[in-house]
């Protein structure tokens, strides 16, 4: 924690500093530049500090934004392979009928007509 932080923290605890505490704190904050520079210290400090958490918030929500719609599609995409396996399977099941089928046909009228190589 640095010097700004530790200032800070003193001005914001709930204590019932005097007014001479304050205006210390607000001198010795700002340096050269007197209460005003302290001021501004403050509000520099407190805007960097709400950018930082900020930030965090923002990639804490990020992520599990990112979570909530990954998984359930990564779930889709499986089931959808396993579809296609099950529709892979039928189509060849139905194609090896189909031939043995035209097979059977070709030798019952003797035709050589039908090959099965075809398909």
Do not use: W
């Amino acid at each position: 924690m640095g010097n700004t932080e530790i200032i800070v923290n003193y001005l914001i605890m709930q204590s019932g500093k005097s007014a001479s505490e304050i205006t210390h704190a607000l001198k010795s904050l700002g340096g050269g530049d007197g209460m005003a520079g302290g001021i501004l210290k403050i509000a520099v400090h407190c805007r960097n500090e709400g950018f930082m958490s900020g930030r965090i918030e923002g990639i804490a929500v990020g992520i599990c934004l990112s979570a909530l719609v990954a998984i359930p599609l990564i779930f889709i995409a499986i089931d959808q392979k396993e579809k296609n396996r099950k529709l892979m399977l039928k189509s060849e099941a139905i194609l090896n009928r189909l031939k043995a089928g035209l097979a059977d046909y070709a030798k019952k009228t003797g035709s050589d007509s039908f090959s099965t190589e075809i398909i």
